[in-house]
C-alpha cells in the first residue's frame, strides 16, 4: 500500500500540481543570480514542519516562497532540504514523531527532488560533457535522498548521470561490464556495510569496460565519522557533492595532463 501511494503521489498528484505552481528558473530573474541568502534555523523547522504536515502542494508552495524572498534553488537542495531531512531523522530519534510520520515526510522530500530536477539544473549553464556518471547505494542500504542530490549536482557539472538507488552487487557488475562509466560513486551508511563497498570497489576495477573507471565513495557514514575517508581504497572520498565534483575533476586533468 505504501509503495503503491508514493507511485501515485509521483507519477501522478505531482505532475498536476507542477502545471498550477510555477517554480522559478534562472531566466525567471532576469539573468541574475540570486543572492545566496542564509537558510535559517526557523526556516528549516517551518519546512520540515510542512513535510510532516503536507499535502505535497505545500511543500512546492514553501519552495517558492523561498525563492521569491531571494533564495536560488541550488542554494535550498545545498541547505534547506538536508537540515530538514536530518531534523526528521532526530524527530525520528527522540519519538516526536512517529516512524510512519518521517517515512512519509521523507517520500515527499525525494519526490520533490524528483520534480524539480529539470529546474534545478537549468539554474546555471552546463559545463562542456564530462563523462558517464553512475550512482549507487551499497546494496541494501535504506538512504536514497543523498544519493539523488548528489546525481543532480553531478548533472549540474556536466555529468550523463545515472542514479541508481537499489541494485544488487551482482546487478552492478554486469551493468558496468556491458556499460562503459567514467566514474563510478557508491553511497555507504554503516560501518556494517564496510566491507561491502570495498569488495564492490575491487570489483568494479576488476571488471569494468571502461579499464579508467574512476571510483568514489560517500554517504551517511562520513558524515559521523569523518576520520574513516582516509581508510577508503576509492579513487575519491568526499563529504559533499562540491568537494566530489571539484576531486573528480582534478583527477581527470591530471589524466589529461598525462597523456
Given at each position: 500500500?505504501?509503495?503503491?501511494?508514493?507511485?501515485?503521489?509521483?507519477?501522478?498528484?505531482?505532475?498536476?500540481?507542477?502545471?498550477?505552481?510555477?517554480?522559478?528558473?534562472?531566466d525567471d530573474q532576469n539573468g541574475e543570480e540570486a543572492s545566496e541568502i542564509e537558510?535559517?534555523?526557523?526556516?528549516?523547522?517551518?519546512?520540515?514542519?510542512?513535510?510532516?504536515?503536507?499535502?505535497?502542494?505545500?511543500?512546492?508552495?514553501?519552495?517558492?516562497?523561498?525563492?521569491r524572498s531571494g533564495h536560488s534553488l541550488i542554494s535550498l537542495y545545498v541547505n534547506l532540504i538536508p537540515a530538514s531531512t536530518r531534523r526528521l531523522q532526530e524527530l525520528w530519534e527522540n519519538d516526536e514523531n512517529s516512524f510512519t510520520e518521517v517515512t512519509l515526510a521523507l517520500g515527499r522530500a525525494q519526490n520533490l527532488i524528483h520534480q524539480?530536477?529539470?529546474?534545478?539544473?537549468?539554474?546555471?549553464?552546463?559545463?562542456?560533457?564530462?563523462?558517464?556518471?553512475?550512482?549507487?547505494?551499497?546494496?541494501?542500504?535504506?538512504?536514497?535522498?543523498?544519493?539523488?542530490?548528489?546525481?543532480?549536482?553531478f548533472k549540474l557539472a556536466g555529468w550523463n548521470t545515472t542514479v541508481e538507488i537499489e541494485i544488487s552487487s551482482d546487478e552492478?557488475?554486469?551493468?558496468?561490464?556491458?556499460?562503459?562509466?567514467d566514474l563510478v560513486a557508491i553511497s555507504v551508511s554503516t560501518e556494517a556495510q564496510w566491507d561491502t563497498m570495498e569488495s564492490l570497489l575491487k570489483e568494479i576495477k576488476?571488471?569494468?569496460k571502461n579499464k579508467g573507471?574512476?571510483?568514489?565513495?560517500?554517504?551517511?557514514?562520513?558524515?559521523?565519522?569523518?576520520?574513516l575517508v582516509s581508510s577508503c581504497s576509492a579513487d575519491v572520498c568526499a563529504l559533499t557533492a562540491e568537494e566530489a565534483i571539484k576531486r573528480?575533476?582534478?583527477?581527470?586533468?591530471?589524466?589529461?595532463?598525462?597523456?
Open positions: 500500500m505504501m509503495l503503491w501511494l508514493n507511485k501515485t503521489i509521483e507519477s501522478e498528484i505531482i505532475p498536476r500540481l507542477l502545471m498550477g505552481h510555477k517554480l522559478f528558473s534562472a537558510v535559517k534555523q526557523t526556516e528549516i523547522v517551518d519546512f520540515c514542519q510542512t513535510l510532516l504536515d503536507g499535502p505535497v502542494e505545500d511543500c512546492f508552495s514553501y519552495i517558492e516562497r523561498m525563492q524539480l530536477s529539470p529546474i534545478f539544473v537549468n539554474q546555471s549553464n552546463f559545463s562542456e560533457f564530462q563523462g558517464n556518471a553512475l550512482l549507487v547505494n551499497v546494496p541494501g542500504s535504506q538512504h536514497t535522498l543523498g544519493i539523488l542530490m548528489l546525481g543532480e549536482f552492478l557488475k554486469d551493468r558496468i561490464r556491458l556499460q562503459a562509466c576488476r571488471v569494468s573507471v574512476l571510483t568514489m565513495v560517500g554517504g551517511p557514514l562520513f558524515d559521523f565519522k569523518p576520520e573528480v575533476s582534478d583527477l581527470l586533468s591530471q589524466r589529461t595532463r598525462l597523456n
